[in-house]
């Protein structure tokens, strides 16, 4: 486990306003560079928010398997980390800095698990395919947390809960992911499968109650949860945008919609 105490991994860290906590449910990597409905949310939601110290993003993008790594290094590198899209997508830099005070602070907070840092990631699409949009000078520090994907739904939720403090101290908390994610029945036409909607307007109840263990049950169990996730990496961040989350905060849907059929776009702010 980690040896820094919760006490010791704050104590550098300034008292702030409670940052919010998002869930971004990011779609397609053009969104990145284009003009979309969904980007142009992204855009207002960043001059919306107070000015974070630094950013931690949890990306779909990220997936591990028996480790919890956390990107610790100074100056991460842009990934691109997709394929078929046209070249300016591929041009696209993201300079921000890493944050490492803030990346050792998570993980002297966590103590249900080991978290261990890592300098070999940096910044994927799903994190900066984003953050483009939302911060596009690129001058708020970033770092990112992988999905161990051995780890249980209920165990990503309580590792969540034990970043909440971060929040306090100037982070704020992007997770990103898609509610529904299913490449294998995407369609140009836009028109939404039926099971995608369904998924999507029954996630949306479970976490205005901020009932996890349904949302959990809905996502990993049954014919609709396989229709709309045939795998879990997309899904689970939403978990960590929930398990951040204070009592007091106020929950906000936007981007609400079906994108290319299968992609879920709704996304959330709790502030």
Not at 40 to 63: K, T, Y
Not at 68 to 97: C, K, M, N, W
Not at 178 to 186: E, Q, R, S
Request: neutral net charge; proline residues 8%; charged residues 15%.
């Amino acid at each position: 486990m980690n040896q820094m105490s919760p006490a010791a991994a704050l104590a550098g860290l300034p008292v702030t306003p409670r940052l919010p906590a998002l869930f971004i449910g990011h779609g397609s990597p053009m969104n990145a560079i284009t003009d979309t409905p969904y980007s142009r949310a992204w855009r207002l939601l960043g001059e919306s928010l107070p000015r974070p110290r630094a950013i931690l993003c949890v990306s779909a993008h990220w997936a591990t398997q028996g480790s919890t790594l956390v990107d610790i290094a100074a100056r991460p590198p842009t990934i691109h980390d997709f394929g078929g899209f046209p070249q300016r997508l591929f041009e696209q830099i993201y300079p921000a800095s890493g944050a490492p005070d803030y990346a050792r602070a998570a993980m002297g907070l966590v103590r249900s698990t080991r978290l261990e840092g890592d300098r070999n990631w940096g910044f994927d699409h799903g994190s900066w395919g984003v953050l483009l949009q939302m911060f596009p000078h690129a001058d708020v520090p970033l770092f990112q947390m992988s999905l161990d994907l051995a780890k249980s739904p209920q165990a990503h939720f309580r590792l969540a809960q034990e970043l909440r403090p971060l929040r306090e101290r100037g982070l704020l908390i992007v997770a990103s992911g898609n509610l529904v994610h299913n490449l294998y029945a995407m369609t140009q036409s836009g028109q939404a499968h039926p099971w995608a909607v369904e998924f999507d307007a029954r996630a949306a109840e479970h976490i205005r109650a901020r009932d996890i263990a349904r949302l959990v049950q809905l996502g990993t169990q049954g014919p609709l949860a396989q229709m709309a996730n045939p795998t879990l990496e997309h899904f689970l961040p939403v978990l960590y945008a929930l398990g951040a989350a204070d009592p007091k905060d106020e929950l906000t849907f936007f981007n609400e919609g079906i994108d290319l059929a299968a992609i879920s776009m709704r996304s959330f702010v709790l502030a």
